[in-house]
């Protein structure tokens, strides 16, 4: 009997928490994995917005974070775009790929020993690295079509 009143009263609080919405939401687990152009991000800020609980991610890009259903959760990271998503009542697993904020760097302080500097930033940086890649390939190309006119240069002289 006492077995019986225990399960009831059990049951009955359950049933009670879950009707009552003056209750607290139950915390929960949210883990993913955060990329960035594929590649995992190491030391990505996962912060709950309006609370102190954050947390970030290791060098696997792995993180998990503590939080409830309404919850806006912030990814954070220097030269990419802030996101912040709002948990649902369903979110279990979150895996972001976080893309770059181009505008982000606008000037740059240079401090030498004696002298202080500012330094404009005239053309980013992402299309210096972008056309000096498509220069190396360029005269890549151009030395490997060389080699290649050469070698049948030499063939077609043998030939003879």
Same mark, same amino acid.
């Given at each position: 009997m006492i077995r019986v009143l225990l399960i009831f009263s059990l049951l009955l609080t359950t049933a009670l928490k879950a009707?009552?919405?003056?209750?607290?939401n139950k915390y929960r687990i949210v883990s993913g994995i955060v990329l960035s152009n594929g590649y995992p991000l190491k030391d990505v800020n996962v912060k709950v917005l309006d609370s102190?609980?954050?947390?970030?991610?290791?060098e696997r890009g792995f993180y998990a974070i503590n939080v409830q259903p309404g919850d806006r959760v912030?990814?954070?990271y220097t030269g990419?775009?802030? /996101?912040k998503i =709002?948990?649902?009542?369903?979110?279990?697993t979150l895996n972001l790929d976080?893309?770059?904020?181009?505008?982000q760097l606008?000037?740059?302080?240079?401090k030498g020993e004696k002298e202080k500097r500012r330094i404009i930033i005239g /053309?980013?940086? =992402?299309?210096i690295l972008i056309l000096s890649v498509l220069v190396f390939r360029l005269l890549l190309l151009m030395v490997m079509t060389y080699q290649l006119s050469t070698q049948i240069y030499s063939q077609h002289l043998l030939a003879r």
């Open positions: 009707q009552n919405p003056n209750l607290p102190e609980t954050s947390t970030i991610t290791n912030s990814f954070t990419l775009k802030d /996101v =709002i948990i649902e009542d369903v979110t279990m976080m893309s770059s904020d181009l505008n606008n000037e740059v302080f240079v /053309v980013n940086f =992402i299309q």
